[in-house]
């Protein structure tokens, strides 16, 4: 079993940032990927960025040039800044992690961007 645990959301101003974190723990020999992906009241599930072992990052076309994310392997923990925070990117952000192709999430943590 893979445990995937978030941090870091919370309350933003419309121009804020935050960063989210999620810490990989539990039975990881190896892990392939690492994304996050966010959900939206009455909206499905969207990828946000995602990279891989090597370091290949990619992200959704409404987020490029704001958010960033990054991972530190010796730490199976990967991460998201997200600055510029729109109102549109309020949602409920969930860790994935892909280990020998089976994929893992986290529990979701909440973030809301509102004046």
């Known amino acids: 079993q893979v445990q995937l645990v978030e941090s870091g959301g919370g309350l933003v101003q419309p121009g804020g940032s935050l960063r989210l974190s999620c810490v990989a723990s539990g039975s990881i020999f190896s892990i392939n990927a690492m994304g996050w992906y966010r959900q939206a009241p009455g909206k499905q599930r969207e990828l946000v960025a995602a990279?891989?072992?090597?370091?290949?990052?990619n992200y959704a076309d409404s987020v490029k040039g704001r958010f960033t994310i990054s991972r530190d392997n010796a730490k199976n923990t990967v991460y998201l800044q997200m600055n510029s925070l729109k109102t549109e990117d309020t949602a409920v952000y969930y860790c994935?992690?892909?280990?020998?192709?089976?994929?893992?999430w986290g529990q979701g943590t909440q973030v809301t961007v509102s004046s």
């Open positions: 994935k992690a892909v280990v020998a192709g089976l994929g893992y």
């Open positions: 990279i891989t072992s090597g370091g290949y990052r």
